[in-house]
């Protein structure tokens, strides 16, 4: 019974964390090795370590046969070189690419004894493009860019009512805009982002929950789509 208590007791204390944010945050510049996990409800924008070393174009000359399968589209590596295209937050891509030493290495510097539902994903997005609008329901969310450049947006949770379900150029006003260009972003939990891309970029996206959370936070990512 004492066991009992102590497991909802020590649930609710991680279920609760995942509802918080902080209404005054300041982005931190920062390197992962100086990381405190106290400030994790402030947004890092953050060096890529010194020891990652890839050539993502080689890479992507490597796969230009290899296909992905996007919503009800297919669309081939090769497509990008003749026509303005995405691929949007997929493992494939990203054990193609060969990208997961790096998110091993950069997730090194967040998980911890309880993390889980750990996942890595890459995405390569070309021309103008805004992503949709979006929300972290993970404990951590960590968003690199490893090859081109492009602005994300990034907005406190206590503006969601005012930039939910509405046109980007309504929500702007709203949001912090940083470069990711060779380095790579940490989103709180429960803020909300989208990506502005005029050219091309590839990126990598690394998300994970805690085995008290994981359950939690699914519900809420399905909740937030359907709102």
Same mark, same amino acid.
């Given at each position: 019974?004492?066991? $009992?208590? /102590?497991?909802?007791?020590? $649930?609710? !204390?991680?279920? +609760?964390?995942?509802? =918080?944010?902080?209404? +005054?945050?300041?982005?931190?510049?920062? =390197? $992962?090795?100086? !990381? !405190? +996990?106290? @400030? /994790?409800? &402030?947004p890092h924008? /953050? @060096?890529?370590?010194?020891?990652?070393? !890839?050539?993502?174009? =080689?890479?992507? &000359?490597?796969?230009?046969?290899?296909?992905?399968i996007v919503g009800d589209k297919l669309i081939r590596m090769d497509d990008f070189s003749k026509k303005k295209c995405n691929i949007y937050k997929n493992e494939k891509l990203l054990i193609d690419l060969k990208l997961t030493n790096i998110c091993n290495t950069i997730f090194e510097y967040f998980k911890n004894n309880i993390s889980f539902n750990t996942s890595y994903t890459a995405s390569i997005i070309k021309g103008d493009h805004y992503t949709t609008l979006d929300k972290n329901i993970n404990n951590i969310m960590l968003i690199g860019c490893i090859n081109g450049t492009c602005d994300i947006y990034i907005f406190n949770p206590k503006h969601e009512i005012d930039i939910k379900n509405k046109e980007f150029k309504n929500i702007k006003k709203w949001g912090i805009k940083i470069k990711l260009e060779n380095n790579l972003i940490y989103i709180p939990t429960n803020w909300l982002y989208t990506l502005c891309i005029q050219k091309e970029c590839t990126l990598y996206h690394i998300t994970s929950d805690t085995y008290f959370t994981f359950i939690i936070n699914y519900i809420r990512g399905l909740i937030y789509m359907v709102r």
């Open positions: 019974m004492i066991i $009992l208590i /102590l497991f909802i007791i020590i $649930l609710y !204390i991680h279920i +609760s964390h995942t509802f =918080k944010y902080n209404i +005054s945050s300041n982005v931190i510049n920062s =390197k $992962l090795k100086n !990381i !405190i +996990s106290n @400030e /994790l409800y &402030n924008i /953050l @060096e890529h370590p010194i020891d990652i070393d !890839i050539d993502i174009q =080689k890479q992507i &000359n490597s796969i230009i046969n290899n296909y992905y």
